[in-house]
């Protein structure tokens, strides 16, 4: 049975970091993040993992924002579990944390059913921006970002997503 929490002890999160790394350096098609980031999403409880047997086989990250909203984003499920519910409960655990979220995504497919299944919305980047407060934009900039956008985007068109709480 595969777990998935937010939630782990503090002497996990330098190893959860470095397995998730390691898993990461795996798939090209895996935006970088730095250890340190990741540690910090962990004491954050922004980072949901999953997890078989105390390994890790796949991760979904919430990164804060200002103004209440915050990003989704470097996503990996393991290819055998794609179809199960994993995505699902990561992505529900993650919901919970602020009431706006902004995502984007180049995968058509992939944006029809967040929209029909969790109310996501297409969006501008313009309002993306401003519905982050402009931390969507200025977690782009550093080098590391900058290269994976501009790998994602030579392949595909981004679709960017908002996300608003029912009933607000």
């Not at 540690?39 to 390994?55: F, I, K, P, Q």
């Amino acid at each position: 049975m595969v777990d998935v929490a937010t939630s782990f002890a503090a002497e996990r999160h330098g190893a959860l970091a470095d397995e998730i790394r390691s898993i990461a350096r795996a798939h090209p098609e895996v935006s970088e993040r730095s250890a340190r980031q990741l540690r910090r999403a962990l004491r954050g409880r922004r980072l949901a993992v999953a997890t078989d047997d105390g390994r890790v086989v796949g991760w979904f990250l919430s990164e804060p924002g200002a103004g209440g909203a915050h990003e989704l984003g470097y996503l990996f499920v393991e290819s055998r579990l794609r179809k199960g519910e994993i995505f699902d409960r990561m992505l529900a655990q993650l919901l919970e944390i602020d009431r706006h979220a902004v995502a984007v995504t180049f995968r058509p497919g992939f944006a029809d059913w967040l929209q029909r299944s969790y109310g996501f919305e297409r969006a501008s980047i313009g309002r993306v921006i401003a519905l982050s407060h402009g931390t969507f934009l200025l977690r782009r900039l550093s080098p590391v970002r900058l290269a994976a956008v501009a790998r994602h985007t030579s392949e595909a068109a981004p679709i960017y997503l908002t996300w608003t709480r029912p009933g607000l």
